[in-house]
């Protein structure tokens, strides 16, 4: 074992263990007792409540390796009462392998055509996805109105993650539940035949474990294609702006990105978008 892995897996120790310290036999619903040596809860309690082996939980206290399923750690945030920065802080002592970003070939990007044609579609908001909703390519007029979404820096520029992590997205669609909610099931479709897929593995175990909105939306297992409908966005530097939003599959090489479109459903929002794209 690596000297950073020993490291790792001691802090997860120390981590569960803190946190067990935390609770009183009343979250769980047991009968306070005044035996308890030790503040907080037993390891077998915890263990029970997370529906695993004592034994099991001990080796995670323990710091040793335990490759925990992502089932396992789910329950046992719940057992600790975990809030979502908790869980995702468990999730990346417990399971380092998942980091989604580290696994993304950047290489993958689209044809120069493809790219030409996003340029060309200005004044109209366009972007490129990729096959794990990484945006790959965005014109000008997309970034002034949604932000830098092909900056990998913060969000792995993975429009999905930014859609439920940033909190000026929210702000920005005025139907965020509604757009949240379709763009979930668009990619429970769209990743349908990629379960074995370790970047979508990793991408879908950090929304769960970051996002609690995701995760509700997501078991909730609803399907969907990309409909083409009309989007309403606030803007800070213009106010409302209404879109007619479509995607589009191109053919031949780069038939494994989606190209999406925003255009100006109203002479308002043609006159605001004038009025940004020459802030």
């Not at 892995?5 to 005044?34: H, I, Q, S, W, Y």
């Not at 004592?54 to 335990?66: F, K, P, T």
């Not at 490759?67 to 908790?86: F, Q, T, V, W, Y």
């Not at 792995?156 to 997205?169: I, S, T």
Request: with cysteine; glycine share 4%.
């Amino acid at each position: 074992m690596l000297d950073r892995d020993k490291v790792r897996l001691t802090e997860l120790g120390r981590f569960l263990k803190r946190r067990r310290a935390m609770l009183a036999p009343e979250n769980l619903g047991l009968a306070p007792t005044r035996r308890r040596r030790t503040p907080g809860l037993r390891r077998e309690e915890i263990a029970d409540a997370a529906g695993i082996s004592a034994a099991w939980y001990v080796r995670l206290e323990q710091g040793r390796d335990v490759r925990a399923s992502l089932h396992a750690l789910d329950r046992i945030g719940k057992a600790l009462r975990l809030n979502a920065p908790e869980q995702a802080y468990l999730l990346e002592l417990a399971r380092p392998d998942l980091d989604w970003k580290s696994k993304v070939r950047s290489h993958e990007i689209p044809s120069p055509t493809l790219l030409a044609m996003v340029s060309g579609l200005m004044p109209h908001p366009a972007y490129v996805l990729n096959k794990h909703w990484q945006v790959k390519a965005c014109n000008h007029a997309a970034r002034l109105l949604l932000g830098d979404l092909d900056d990998e820096a913060e969000w792995g520029a993975n429009l999905v993650v930014r859609l439920f992590q940033d909190e000026r997205m929210r702000e920005r669609f005025v139907d965020w539940p509604l757009v949240a909610r379709s763009m979930v099931a668009q990619m429970r479709l769209s990743t349908a035949a990629m379960a074995s897929d370790p970047i979508v593995e990793a991408l879908l175990a950090q929304l769960c474990a970051t996002s609690p909105e995701f995760k509700r939306l997501w078991e909730a297992a609803e399907i969907s294609e990309t409909p083409t409908w009309r989007k309403t966005l606030a803007h800070p530097l213009v106010g409302h702006l209404n879109f007619d939003f479509a995607a589009f599959s191109p053919p031949g090489p780069d038939a494994a990105f989606t190209l999406a479109i925003h255009t100006a459903s109203d002479e308002t929002t043609r006159t605001r978008l004038t009025e940004l794209l020459r802030s």
